[in-house]
């Protein structure tokens, strides 16, 4: 009696995977009938334009505060001391939250050169911004360092091809007018320690568009804690050079500059994440008008008529481009 056989099919080449690595083969599809295991649901990312807004404007108020903080403290200690201790103490207390909730995983990334480049840029940015405290007056330094929200929005149109309109733009340059009504800078402000200001203006302004950039696959975590850790281990090659024993009492300034540093960055990494770069970088200006009232509460240093002009110019402009962008329809949702 003949049996009855199927013939094998030919082997075709593989050409290509027909479904992309986020939908995997179910059972049937498999090829021995065992399905993979399941991949997890990419997480998405919900812009929200106001929520961004506040969260810079807080850690806009923190950053001030660790800023005059730092100016201080090198005062007496080494410039990379108080450097390592602004990006250690908050590396260790991030990874005392973040770690028993994600574990390792958090450092899971496919743009470690992205996460090293950004960290090597910011140690330098920091670095420049230090020195540029430890050679001029804190007023000066900050009145050019908030050309930053310039250079990141140049910097985001090149890289990132975001949109900016006419709103935009004209929010960035009235605040940023605003800042030089305040400051009435002069040739005093022109110095050596002003380009060090400038370096670090650039430096950091194009760092928020590259942060901006990563958080299409990048959570606010991992950005965080790989700044934190590259950052400290860089500026912990500064302290053969230079370290001074604390006292007690110093010793908890430089752990509180660390732990407001570390809130204020974590902070600025979520408003950045949330928005885009041109539409949260002319509320750092508001970090002008943080500095007017400490300065009124703490020193008693009365507001001079071009500073409240100034603030009211910047604040005018922080506002009017939140009431543009609320006009807005919602985001879409941006996988990541």
């Known amino acids: 009696m003949r049996t009855n056989r199927l ?19 179910s059972v049937d599809q498999s090829a021995n009938g065992t ?34 903080l730092s100016k201080w403290l090198i005062e007496t200690y080494p410039i990379g001391e108080v450097l390592f201790s602004r990006v250690f103490v908050p590396l260790i207390g991030l990874a005392i939250i973040i ?26 940015s920091q670095t420049f911004l ?16 908030f ?17 900016v309109g006419i709103a935009r733009w004209s929010a960035i340059l009235v605040g940023f007018f ?3 009504v305040v400051t009435s800078p ?38 965080t804690m790989y700044q934190m850790l590259l950052m400290s281990a860089a500026f912990s090659l500064m302290l053969p050079f230079g370290f001074v024993m604390p006292g007690w009492a110093d010793a908890g300034w430089l752990i509180l500059n660390g732990v407001g540093n570390g809130l204020a960055q974590y902070m600025w990494t979520r408003a950045i994440h949330l928005a885009p770069t041109s539409v949260v970088s002319p509320f750092q200006y508001f970090s002008l008008i943080w500095a007017m009232l400490l300065g009124f509460a703490i020193w008693g240093d009365m507001p001079t008529v071009s500073l409240i002009i100034g603030s009211a110019v910047v604040a005018g402009s ?19």
């Open 186 to 223: 002069g040739t005093d402000t022109f110095t050596i320690g002003a380009f060090f200001a400038l370096a670090n203006a650039i430096l950091y302004g194009t760092v928020t568009a590259g942060v901006r950039g990563m958080t299409s696959t990048e959570s606010t975590d991992t950005l």
């Open 178 to 180: 605003g800042v030089l």
């Open 130 to 145: 230090m020195i540029a405290f430890s050679l001029m007056p804190l007023a000066s330094a900050v009145a050019i360092n």
């Open 147 to 163: 050309s930053a929200p310039i250079f990141a929005t140049l910097a985001s149109m090149y890289f990132l091809r975001e949109t």
């Open 318 to 336: 922080g506002l009017f481009l939140l009431w543009w962008e609320a006009r807005k329809p919602p985001p879409p949702v941006i996988a990541q």
């Open 99 to 124: 770690l028993p909730r994600k574990g390792l995983a958090v450092f899971h990334t496919n743009r470690f050169k992205g996460h090293l480049l950004r960290g090597v840029s910011q140690s330098t």
């Open 35 to 68: 399905a993979p295991p399941p991949v997890p649901a990419r997480p998405v990312r919900q812009e929200n334009v106001t929520l961004a807004i506040g969260l810079m404007l807080v850690s806009t108020f923190v950053f001030t505060c660790t800023s005059a």
């Open 7 to 25: 013939r094998p099919l030919p082997s075709l080449p593989l050409l290509a995977a027909p479904f992309p690595p986020e939908f995997p083969l």
